[in-house]
């Protein structure tokens, strides 16, 4: 069951006294934010909306949103990091309370052998040193990554892998604590190394190296599409942290240096239909989310980032390299 910290939401109308509020949080915590709207009302008596449109992390909070509302405070629920606040808004946990132990002594008896790094998400943050007692008892080494930047140790994110990456020539394999396959194949792909989903609900070790490695095709297939390519849209992200203009324009001046004709785009949601609206582009570049690209079906090339790297080495006739080999993906 997903537990918020409500205390921490109350503590902060408490001391701040807001006319209204807003929340957000990931859609499959969606109905306990919902809940938290309505304690939130019935304890101080002002109105609590819920944002409920997607939000997929700390670079997508919707502040806008809220600026729009005019609450007095926003909260993004269930995307914890390293800091109490990005920008304007309150971060507020939301972990989740299923037991890893069945599941974690699963593990260890697949495993017997080997280095284990640790990670997880933010619902699962809390239980990471449970989880490694459990596998060192049933003689599992075990190793939990530094966290950096925005992230906790232990902790990645869809794009964001530091705590993976930087134990890379130190492991043998890693183990993601959660349902995550989106999380977990960005840690396979990250660190090319064999992971695993310890899954606590359907008390399940699952490895996602094959489903990893069908991503990295289907990326690396669209790079060479993209290659035959002559004109380019090149995106930037509306959302206030997928504002990666700066980005965007480098990638406009290397493509036209190497005689490619380039179109900028702006779109606050990057999706088929709404790309299928614009005329005359043989291939897109988004640096707003590199996830967009890699787990999204398109009808034409939509490099992230990393394959935009790898796409510029093979306009220059080489290799596109391990371009998704990387901490972090923008």
């Not at 109308?13 to 709207?37: C, F, H, M, R, W």
């Not at 290659?227 to 090149?234: E, H, L, Q």
């Amino acid at each position: 069951m997903i537990v918020i910290d409500e205390e921490r939401i109350f503590n902060e109308i408490y001391a701040k006294k807001p006319q209204s509020v807003s929340l957000n949080g990931p859609e499959g915590i969606l109905a306990q934010v919902q809940q938290t709207a309505i304690n939130i009302t019935r304890k101080f008596d002002i109105p609590a909306f819920v944002i409920a449109d997607a939000t997929w992390g700390s670079c997508d909070i919707n502040e806008s949103g809220a600026r729009t509302l005019g609450a007095g405070i926003h909260f993004n629920i269930g995307h914890t990091v390293s800091m109490d606040t990005v920008g304007n808004t309150v971060m507020v946990d939301a972990y989740d309370d299923v037991s890893f132990d069945s599941v974690a002594l699963k593990c260890a008896r697949l495993l017997r052998s080997g280095i284990v790094a640790v990670v997880t998400d933010s619902q699962h943050l809390h239980q990471i040193q449970n989880v490694v007692k459990i596998l060192q008892k049933n003689g599992i080494r075990t190793i939990i990554g530094s966290g950096k930047g925005q992230l906790n140790d232990g902790q990645v994110f869809g794009c964001e892998f530091y705590p993976a990456t930087s134990l890379r020539d130190d492991v043998d394999s890693y183990v993601f604590l959660g349902q995550s396959n989106f999380h977990a194949a960005g840690v396979a792909l990250s660190t090319g190394k064999p992971t695993y989903v310890l899954d606590p609900y359907f008390n399940e070790v699952r490895e996602v190296s094959e489903f990893a490695e069908s991503l990295r095709k289907k990326a690396t297939l669209a790079i060479y599409k993209a290659a035959d390519a002559k004109r380019f849209g090149i995106i930037v992200g509306l959302k206030e942290g997928q504002l990666s203009k700066v980005v965007g324009l480098k990638f406009k001046r290397e493509l036209e240096s190497l005689g490619k004709e380039v179109e900028m785009f702006a779109l606050t949601d990057i999706t088929n239909e709404r790309l299928l609206n614009i005329r005359n582009v043989d291939a897109f570049i988004q640096v707003a989310c590199p996830r967009i690209s890699t787990d999204n079906r398109f009808d034409m090339p939509v490099l992230s980032t990393p394959q935009a790297q790898g796409l510029l080495r093979v306009l220059q006739g080489k290799d596109p390299q391990e371009y998704l080999m990387l901490p972090h993906w923008l």
